[in-house]
């Protein structure tokens, strides 16, 4: 299967963005074996990036455009889309009321501009956004099949991984299944790992797994990458390669999967009964309590704790969290509570940047416990 990546607006065109987008997807899409032939940038321009989407359309068997899904006037790859397409574009009712749902939670009216986020073009295929405005879609461009994208990394990702891989292995005509093993280490280069796994693709004669290498400085992910007829054969190919990539990295290995260090790490203090109170019972005060102990423990003149305590349910963009902030001084712990909407990764970066902010205005002495709620616009 030949692919395209179609990346757009300017301030990538520009460099005033770096696009992060583009080598996430297509060593993404590597990891199943589905290799990217061609990759362009293009500005906002009508008549640039029709004159893209149909060469695009003509050369490639897939084609994955990325961003321009937005509700301002520079964004225009819904337009373009049904032009290239020969097709109008129509109202997606379902997309409006779900927009309008989003804005009516927060208390908030929806701007009139958002509307042109659930426009598309007649015929297209929705894919799904869970944890954004931008409706996804797809539709055929000459021979090719047209997926597009939003620009935000987190709403990239999750569209990707779950709407359009499995799209492209479908059209791909590969009748295998599929499974992808990462290692994340620490301490050890790529150049070194690679030497150290020589030969480890050999353990399965017929070429089924392939090793490859993510450096995201300080860590280094290994890949294993294997096909299989089923999720049986899948589990005995890679079973005595996981065992002997283990064996060799040893324990520089300090997470698999999904695992962060992060996660490890409190979970290794769990087990040890390091943390105290149960992480059920988030409280200000408990947040209290933790800052004081650090502080005590590393002599610190400011410790600030964040406690993110995530909604039950699915990851989607109506998703929150409860978060609570102390921090500790010589002169005792100030606290606040607060909640966040959106998707997890939204709720993460969201709960750091408040307790960062907090920290700031108590250290230029102003009140911590004014109302900061964040969400997704």
């Known amino acids: 299967m030949r692919i395209e990546i179609i990346c757009t607006g300017d301030e990538v065109l520009t460099g005033q963005t770096v696009n992060t987008n583009f080598s996430y997807m297509s060593q993404r899409l590597g990891d199943f074996g589905l290799s990217v032939r061609w990759g362009t940038t293009v500005g906002d321009d009508r008549e640039t990036l029709l004159n893209a989407f149909r060469e695009a359309g003509a050369r490639a068997d897939a084609v994955i455009v990325n961003g321009g899904l937005g509700p301002t006037v ?88 779950e709407q359009i891989i499995p799209r492209l292995l479908a059209r791909s005509g590969v009748a295998t299944a599929i499974r992808l093993k990462r290692f994340h280490s620490y301490g050890l280069g790529e150049s070194h790992v690679d030497t150290l796994l ?130 500790a001084t010589e002169d005792g712990a100030v606290t606040r509570r607060s909640r966040i909407l959106g998707g997890r990764e939204w709720v993460r970066l969201g709960a750091i940047e408040m307790g960062m902010d907090c920290l700031r205005r108590h250290l230029q002495g102003l009140p911590v416990d004014e109302r900061i709620d964040f969400e997704k616009v």
């Not at 055929?140 to 994208?149: E, M, N, S, V, W």
């Open 74 to 161: 520079d964004d225009l790859s819904q337009e373009i889309a049904a032009r290239a397409a020969g097709v109008d574009l129509v109202l997606s009712q379902d997309w409006l009321t779900r927009m309008e749902t989003y804005f009516q939670k927060r208390s908030r009216v929806m701007p009139p501009n958002n509307r042109k986020q659930a426009m598309l073009p007649a015929g297209a295929e929705v894919l799904d956004n869970p944890v954004g405005t931008a409706c996804g879609f797809a539709l055929d461009i000459g021979k090719a099949r047209f997926f597009f994208t939003p620009g935000v990394p987190r709403e990239l990702r999750r569209m990707l991984e």
């Open 198 to 327: 020589s030969g480890i693709e050999a353990m399965v004669p017929d070429g089924s797994v392939k090793l490859g290498f993510r450096a995201h400085y300080p860590q280094l992910e290994t890949k294993l990458t294997v096909r299989g007829a089923d999720k049986g054969e899948l589990e005995r190919k890679l079973a005595p390669v996981e065992a002997e990539v283990r064996k060799r990295i040893g324990n520089f290995i300090l997470a698999e999967d999904d695992q962060t260090l992060e996660g490890v790490i409190l979970a290794v203090g769990d087990a040890a009964g390091l943390r105290g109170a149960s992480p059920a019972a988030h409280t200000p005060a408990y947040a209290a309590e933790i800052a004081r102990a650090a502080r005590s423990r590393t002599g610190a003149t400011h410790v600030l704790a964040v406690l993110i305590d995530l909604d039950d349910g699915a990851d989607r963009i109506d998703f929150g969290a409860t978060i609570d902030i102390a921090i």
